[in-house]
C-alpha cells in the first residue's frame, strides 16, 4: 500500500532563503508525481508534474527533483518570498490504470518578511 | 476559461440529515474527481468519472455515499444520512482525457460540517 510522507509538518523561514522541502513514498512503482500549493481556505494549484522517466521539472523559481528508486522527491524553492506562504502537497498517481493520486499531509510553509 | 466551480463552499447539518455537493469541472474536461479530506488527515481520493462513467470508486467509503455524473457534465456527490465522521473538506478536481500526465485542476472545495 503506497504511502506518501512529507517533512518536516512546518516551516518558518526568513524572506529570501532557500528552501527544501521533501516528499518519500513507499512504493517507488509509480506513473507521475505532482506538486501542489493549497492557500488556507482555497483549491489545490498543481505547481510541477514530473513524469516517473523524468528526473526533475522546472517553473520559474520552483524546481522538484524526483528519485524513483529511492522514493523521494524534493520541491526546491528558490529565493523564498511572503507570498510563498501556503501548504505545500506532494501526490503520487500509480501506474496501474487508475488515476487515483495518493497525498502526502503537506508541509506548512510560513516566509517572515 | 473558468476553473473547476463547486457549490456549497460550506454546509453546516445536523446528523441524519441529507447533503448534495456540486460540481462544475473545467469545459471539455472528460476525467472528473472527487477527493476528501478530514480534520487532520491527508487528502483521499474518492472516485475518478469519465465522462458519465465511474471509472473507480474504491475510495468511496460506504453507501451513504452516492455520486453521479449525468450527461457526462456536471457531477453531485449525496451524503444521506450523514454522520459526524463525514465533516471535512470536498474536493472536486477536473482533468482532460490525454493519458500522459494530466494536470489536474483543483476546486475550492465544498467544507461539511456535520454538528
Known amino acids: 500500500k503506497q504511502e506518501v510522507t512529507q517533512i518536516p509538518a512546518a516551516l518558518s523561514v526568513p524572506e529570501g532563503e532557500n528552501l527544501v522541502l521533501n516528499c518519500s513514498f513507499t512504493d517507488s512503482a509509480i506513473y507521475n508525481l505532482q506538486w501542489f500549493r493549497q492557500d488556507p481556505g482555497k483549491g489545490l494549484t498543481s505547481l510541477l508534474l514530473i513524469q516517473s522517466s523524468q528526473r526533475e521539472q522546472t517553473s520559474g523559481r520552483l524546481n522538484a527533483s524526483l528519485d524513483k528508486s529511492s522514493g523521494r522527491s524534493t520541491l526546491y524553492i528558490a529565493a523564498s518570498q511572503p507570498g510563498d506562504s501556503a501548504t505545500y502537497l506532494c501526490a503520487v498517481r500509480h501506474p496501474s490504470g487508475t488515476y487515483k493520486y495518493i497525498f502526502g499531509t503537506g508541509t506548512r510553509l510560513k516566509v517572515l518578511a | 476559461e473558468a476553473g473547476v466551480t463547486q457549490f456549497p463552499s460550506h454546509s453546516v447539518i445536523e446528523k441524519g440529515q441529507t447533503v448534495t455537493l456540486r460540481c462544475d469541472p473545467i469545459?471539455?474536461?472528460?476525467?472528473l474527481y472527487w477527493y476528501r479530506r478530514v480534520m487532520g488527515k491527508e487528502i483521499k481520493f474518492l472516485l475518478h468519472?469519465?465522462?458519465?462513467?465511474?471509472?473507480?470508486e474504491s475510495g468511496m467509503p460506504n453507501n451513504r455515499f452516492l455520486a453521479e455524473r449525468t450527461g457526462g457534465t456536471y457531477s453531485t456527490l449525496k451524503v444521506q444520512p450523514a454522520e459526524l465522521e463525514d465533516s471535512g473538506v470536498y474536493f472536486c478536481?477536473?482533468?482532460?482525457?490525454?493519458?500522459?500526465?494530466?494536470?489536474?485542476?483543483f476546486g475550492e472545495g465544498s467544507w461539511l460540517t456535520v454538528v
Open positions: 468519472f469519465v465522462k458519465e462513467s465511474k471509472q473507480d
Open positions: 478536481a477536473s482533468s482532460r482525457k490525454t493519458v500522459s500526465g494530466n494536470t489536474i485542476y
Open positions: 469545459s471539455g474536461h472528460d476525467n
